[in-house]
């Protein structure tokens, strides 16, 4: 992940510079303790027909042995498709750059973080996973 200047446009498309936006808020996300233990994602896509299609990725947090929690959804509000397929695509992209992000960082999952986060990326708190039939 490239560094961003102080006096670029911001990442997250405020139109505001950086460092009037989201500059502080990224030093601390750097700076903080994530939570512990094993995550794992899988990407897809949030919406459904005639509302659109937005790229997600699912977070999973490891609860015991082969056990896992839905943990976190990140949802790319910015980009809606017609086409489910098209919106997972478009989050495997996202989703294998932050890992290298990450492996060409710090290896911190921070990096991997601030990835998604620069992407457009947003957590939504209240979701509801579909399964397919």
Same mark, same amino acid.
């Given at each position: 992940?490239?560094?961003?200047?102080?006096?670029?446009?911001?990442?997250?498309?405020?139109?505001?510079?950086?460092?009037?936006?989201?500059?502080?808020?990224?030093?601390?996300?750097?700076?903080?303790?994530? &939570?512990?233990?094993?995550?794992?994602?899988?990407?897809?896509?949030?919406?459904? &027909?005639?509302?659109?299609?937005?790229?997600?990725?699912?977070?999973?947090?490891?609860?015991? &042995?082969?056990?896992?929690?839905?943990?976190?959804?990140?949802?790319?509000?910015?980009?809606?498709?017609?086409?489910?397929?098209?919106?997972?695509?478009?989050?495997?992209?996202?989703?294998?750059?932050?890992?290298?992000?990450?492996?060409?960082?710090?290896?911190? &999952?921070?990096?991997?973080?601030?990835?998604?986060?620069?992407?457009?990326?947003?957590?939504?708190?209240?979701?509801?996973?579909?399964?397919?039939?």
């Amino acid at each position: 992940m490239a560094k961003i200047g102080r006096n670029s446009p911001c990442p997250c498309g405020s139109g505001e510079k950086y460092k009037l936006c989201c500059e502080k808020k990224e030093a601390e996300l750097r700076a903080s303790v994530l &939570p512990a233990g094993r995550f794992r994602y899988e990407t897809g896509s949030y919406g459904g &027909p005639g509302r659109g299609y937005m790229p997600s990725i699912l977070g999973y947090k490891e609860v015991g &042995p082969d056990s896992w929690k839905e943990h976190l959804c990140l949802v790319k509000p910015d980009a809606l498709f017609d086409d489910q397929d098209a919106a997972d695509a478009v989050a495997e992209e996202h989703l294998a750059a932050a890992r290298q992000a990450q492996i060409d960082g710090d290896g911190s &999952p921070q990096e991997f973080a601030l990835s998604l986060r620069h992407e457009g990326y947003k957590s939504i708190s209240d979701f509801r996973r579909v399964k397919e039939q």
